[in-house]
C-alpha cells in the first residue's frame, strides 16, 4: 500500500512511472474472471465445481 501512494507522488512527476495505487490494488486485491470468452469459443471444462468442490474438500480434511 505506501509504495502504491509514493508511486503516485512519482507519477506526478514521471507520467509512466509503472508502480502506482492502481498497479498495486490489481497485483494484491482480489481476482476474479469470466470464462465467457472462453465458452464463446467453445471451450467447455472437464470438470465443474460441482463435482470438484468434494474432493477438494475431502482433501483438506485429509491434511489437517
Known amino acids: 500500500h505506501f509504495l502504491g501512494i509514493v508511486g503516485d507522488s ?3 512527476l514521471w507520467k509512466d512511472f509503472p508502480v ?3 498497479t498495486i490494488n490489481r ?3 482480489p481476482a476474479m474472471y469470466s470464462s465467457a470468452k472462453l ?3 467453445g471451450w467447455k ?3 465443474t465445481l460441482e463435482q470438484q468442490l468434494p474432493l477438494m474438500i475431502d482433501d483438506y480434511r485429509k491434511t489437517k
Open 10 to 12: 512519482i507519477s506526478r
Open 20 to 22: 502506482n495505487s492502481g
Open 27 to 29: 497485483l494484491t486485491g
Open 39 to 41: 465458452q464463446a469459443l
Open 45 to 47: 471444462p472437464l470438470h
